[in-house]
């Protein structure tokens, strides 16, 4: 008899159940899932201990993560989301652009050191060229033909088509021949429409989004899937919320991994302001850990991999979580501006050895992998280095704070030119 078999005699009767079956890999219902939110002392651990062991036989030992670049192109945005401090009107004069070329310089540096993906995600700017996001990656490929894409959130695809005047499934077709690869399944915080006409009212709804999702799917082009916990939400609608990614999952098979988004607090205006009685300033740890728990068994039967955030939660937290589910730890990013912006104080880049280190820490094997978890290379000892390891001085990379400040990347409104 196993060390879980054993303790799980001596815990909660309907936890226990729950965690039984989970381990059975039977499908955990709604209402099974939120009491594992309830759980306390031995029943707390024994969720943990679940998931990892869920983990352990669904992915093994080996902790992965990329070598990417996040190219955020604009904060100008017509949305005003509660929960967005990177965003600006066009009208403030920290809102900025990034011409093509200078997006592809960014790529064209991150592939010399030996990046495999660009994630390019940014706001909404009014008056939006509707061939923007094609010539942006009609322009990488032709000079990086072998750099992955990962591109555009459900928000921008959205926005994309309706500035295109064409359906969801035509400019994702679009979007694809210029050489979109995968999207990231942004833009979903909670997946519940009543709790985002509160925190960002005019975004992207909840039908759309699954619309955006389901159609990229069958186009071929698979997504990551998140939720943004910690603010205003409940327990069951976190649990609804991975519900509808899983049930997503059946249908399509598109999902990559989930990512669970811990909300940073500090400049988001929702909570600067105490827009919304009860905000709460993100999850607490045990929160965080149970939740990324939970999404593992929720989701262990549909999506195999559950990455954390060390943006969002910092290197020792991610670590942690690697007993908690979690068997992969994002990229490397190189431009980190969202959550940078909102507040995060963990850096906004990762270095491939100092991510290799942590997970060793952590009893694991770390591993480079694809966006779309192809291994690339496994790291058997601890003198093998990584281009991105090479680079001395990271201040080459700049800075969000620096990059508002840019005069020639300032923000031209397209009506006044």
């Given at each position: 008899m196993s060390t879980i078999d054993l303790l799980l005699k001596n815990a909660d009767p309907l936890i226990a159940h729950t965690l039984d079956r989970a381990l059975d890999e039977k499908e955990i219902s709604e209402e099974e899932a939120v009491r594992l939110y309830e759980a306390q002392g031995l029943d707390f651990h024994l969720v943990g201990m679940v998931a990892d062991e869920l983990r352990r036989r669904r992915v093994g030992?080996?902790?992965?993560?990329?070598?990417?670049?996040?190219?955020?192109?604009?904060?100008?945005?017509?949305?005003?989301?509660?929960?967005?401090?990177?965003?600006?009107?066009?009208?403030e004069e920290e809102g900025y652009f990034l011409p093509t070329e200078e997006i592809v310089r960014r790529a064209k540096e991150a592939y010399s050191l030996g990046a495999t993906e660009v994630c390019i995600q940014a706001g909404l700017p009014p008056d939006m060229d509707a061939g923007l996001?094609?010539?942006?990656c009609r322009a990488i490929k032709s000079e990086i033909p072998d750099m992955h894409i990962h591109g555009f959130s459900p928000?921008?695809?959205?926005?994309?088509?309706?500035?295109?005047?064409?359906?969801?499934?035509?400019?994702?077709?679009?979007?694809?021949?210029?050489?979109?690869?995968?999207?990231?399944g942004t833009a979903a915080e909670i997946l519940d429409q009543k709790i985002r006409d509160k925190i960002s009212p005019g975004r992207i709804s909840v039908d759309d989004w699954t619309e955006v999702i389901k159609t990229a799917h069958r186009l071929g082009i698979?997504?990551?899937?998140?939720?943004?916990?910690?603010?205003?939400?409940?327990?069951?609608?976190?649990?609804?919320?991975?519900?509808?990614?899983?049930?997503?999952q059946k249908e399509t098979g598109g999902?990559?991994?989930?990512?669970?988004?811990?909300?940073?607090?500090?400049?988001a205006p929702m909570y600067r302001h105490k827009m919304h009685e009860g905000i709460q300033s993100g999850a607490g740890a045990n929160d965080v850990l149970l939740t990324h728990a939970i999404s593992r068994i929720m989701l262990n039967n549909h999506i195999n991999n559950i990455q954390m955030s060390w943006v969002k939660e910092g290197p020792k937290m991610s670590q942690i979580l690697l007993m908690w589910g979690a068997n992969d730890f994002g990229g490397t990013l190189i431009n980190e501006s969202i959550s940078t912006s909102a507040g995060?104080?963990?850096?906004?880049?990762?270095?491939?050895?100092?991510?290799?280190?942590?997970?060793?820490?952590?009893?694991?094997?770390?591993?480079?992998?694809?966006?779309?978890?192809?291994?690339?290379?496994?790291?058997?000892t601890d003198s093998e280095s990584d281009e991105l390891d090479k680079v001395?001085?990271?201040?080459?990379f700049g800075s969000y704070f620096e990059l508002v400040k840019i005069d020639k990347y300032r923000y031209k409104n397209p009506r006044s030119s």
């Open positions: 030992d080996t902790v992965t993560f990329v070598v990417n670049r996040n190219i955020n192109f604009t904060n100008v945005c017509i949305k005003q989301c509660g929960f967005c401090a990177f965003s600006r009107d066009f009208r996001y094609e010539k942006i928000e921008e695809v959205l926005y994309g088509a309706t500035r295109s005047q064409v359906s969801i499934k035509e400019y994702l077709s679009r979007l694809k021949d210029a050489g979109v690869n995968t999207l990231p698979n997504s990551t899937s998140t939720i943004m916990f910690g603010h205003i939400e409940t327990r069951e609608d976190r649990v609804r919320h991975i519900a509808k990614i899983r049930q997503i999902f990559t991994e989930f990512v669970p988004l811990n909300f940073v607090h500090t400049e995060s104080q963990h850096g906004q880049l990762l270095r491939p050895r100092d991510m290799r280190r942590i997970i060793r820490e952590a009893g694991r094997i770390p591993a480079q992998r694809t966006t779309t978890y192809k291994i690339i290379k496994t790291y058997n001395d001085d990271t201040n080459r």
